[in-house]
């Protein structure tokens, strides 16, 4: 099984602030990753997709990088709809997700 | 506009069984794969399992093989989970998603407490 390692946890920040998530898989996933956003009490947004492609709709600040074992997300600058937690997905043999990233307010 | 509505959830007793149902809206349903992801109360997001468009193909985790089982209707456009021998661990928000390796649509999740 892919195992996947976010870090941090938990982030404090600002509004503006430029915020980075990282991701590690177990092993290689290619590019087969994605970024959700998950607010409490509601379904994961898709943010951004194989690896680096920004999901329809999602706003140019959120960006993401990344190949083989280590990819970022990262948010230019946070803003206030923007605290959230982060999840990481790969989807190169069946699908794992990440423990997850809470960005809280500093 | 995708719409993706689960329904089914509740309380059940170990050992018991559930049927979820997923029902799909403002797309192509018979076009795409379909996953079932699962959350723990104040855990993180666990993939379930998934199936093709055909529903030729099936896949899922390990911790629900041999229990749960993966099936849809393309003309009800449905999507189902039929869960037996529930135990306590498998509490958790149920979300149906569509499938395209990303999940780019979820539903609003349906809670499924598993308790005596």
């Known amino acids: 099984d892919i195992q996947m390692t976010q870090s941090p946890s938990t982030l404090s920040a600002s509004v503006g602030d430029r915020v980075t998530i990282t991701c590690r898989a177990s092993?290689?996933?290619?590019?087969?990753l994605a970024w959700y956003q998950q607010k409490p009490g509601k379904a994961p947004k898709l943010l951004i997709y194989?690896?680096?492609s920004l999901e329809s709709g999602v706003p140019s600040r959120f960006s993401g990088s990344g190949s083989g074992t280590e990819f970022t997300l990262t948010i230019s600058s946070l803003q206030p709809d923007d605290f959230a937690t982060y999840y990481c997905q790969q989807y190169n043999i069946y699908w794992t997700f990440g423990q997850g990233t809470k960005v809280e307010i500093k | 506009e995708v719409q993706l509505v689960e329904s089914g959830g509740g309380l059940v007793q170990p050992g018991g069984s559930l049927r979820l149902s997923c029902a799909a809206s403002?797309?192509?349903?018979?076009?795409?794969?379909m996953s079932w992801v699962r959350q723990a109360p104040g855990k993180g997001l666990e993939w379930v399992a998934n199936?093709?468009?055909?529903?030729?193909?099936?896949y899922n985790v390990d911790s629900v093989k041999g229990r749960f089982t993966i099936s849809r209707d393309n003309a009800k456009k449905s999507l189902y989970l039929q869960m037996n021998s529930l135990r306590a661990e498998d509490t958790a928000v149920y979300y149906c998603?569509?499938?395209?390796?990303?999940?780019?649509?979820w539903g609003q999740g349906t809670l499924v407490t598993v308790s005596s």
């Open positions: 403002g797309f192509t349903f018979s076009n795409y794969w």
């Open positions: 092993q290689s996933i290619s590019t087969w």
């Open positions: 998603a569509r499938d395209k390796d990303q999940l780019d649509h």
């Open positions: 194989k690896a680096s």
């Open positions: 199936i093709k468009q055909d529903g030729s193909e099936k």
